[in-house]
Antibody
Framework: EVQLVESGGGLVQPGGSLRLSCAAS????????MHWVRQGPGKGLVWVSR????????TYADSAKGRFTISRDNAKNTLYLQMNSLRVEDTAVYYC?????????????WGQGTLVTVSS | QTVVTQEPSFSVSPGGTVTLTCGLS?????????PSWYQQTPGQAPRTLIY???TRSSGVPDRFSGSILGNKAALTITGAQADDESDYYC??????????FGGGTRLTVL
């Protein structure tokens, strides 16, 4: 069974940093492209970032570019999102998601999310 | 910046049919955008319903179907049930590894 478990969320002050993790199991993690998606309180889903299977290619939404870094450790079956210069508007539940079919353009499995709160 | 548009809310009677749409602020949705649809109930992670325009994800009832209608992607629910009351999001691939979700449609079944 595919499992994605996010962790690392919490309360951080504006301007601070946080690193989220997504532990994957039940599939060959190193073969799949992965994404981060977030959802602010009472708001819709927002795509954040994507990484290819070996970590050599990454893309970001404009809101994340220059502040967030997606990475992965295939030996540890873990996806990361390093978030720097956090803003109040980054407050959200952050989900990791697996693409369908190794490098598909949609998601077939989602984690349960981890809450990031940016507040002073 | 391209905005993906969805109806903010929709209502359908039990047993009825409803079509939710997903458009672009500029231009038309096509197969190249590889539209997919996700269902989310409050407090839960999203669930994948439809991918590649019209392919149902595993375990999704056949009352859910996807299509391209005119210049938009569409999700049709035929024979709506009470537990279809959810938020629905479309996702478009914009090319160059960039993706955009629509703002979501809150569907009420009453």
């Amino acid at each position: 069974e595919v499992q994605l478990v996010e962790s690392g969320g919490g309360l951080v002050q504006p301007g601070g940093s946080l690193r989220l993790s997504c532990a994957a199991s039940g599939f060959t993690f190193s073969s799949y492209w992965m994404h981060w998606v977030r959802q602010g309180p009472g708001k819709g889903l927002v795509w954040v970032s994507r990484i290819n299977s070996d970590g050599s290619s990454t893309t970001y939404a404009d809101s994340a570019k220059g502040r967030f870094t997606i990475s992965r450790d295939n030996a540890k079956n873990t996806l990361y999102l390093q978030m720097n210069s956090l803003r109040v508007e980054d407050t959200a539940v952050y989900y990791c998601a697996r693409v369908r079919g190794y490098s598909g353009r949609d998601f077939d499995n989602w984690g349960q999310g981890t809450l990031v709160t940016v507040s002073s | 910046q391209t905005v993906v548009t969805q109806e903010p809310s929709f209502s359908v009677s039990p047993g009825g049919t409803v079509t939710l749409t997903c458009g672009l602020s500029s231009g038309s949705v096509s197969s190249s955008h590889d539209p997919s649809w996700y269902q989310q109930t409050p407090g839960q992670a999203p669930r994948t319903l439809i991918y590649s325009i019209n392919t149902r994800s595993s375990g999704v009832p056949d009352r859910f179907s996807g299509s391209i209608l005119g210049n938009k992607a569409a999700l049709t629910i035929t024979g709506a049930q009470a537990d279809d009351e959810s938020d629905y999001y479309c996702l478009l691939s914009m090319g160059s590894g960039i993706y955009v979700f629509g703002g979501g449609t809150r569907l009420t079944v009453l």
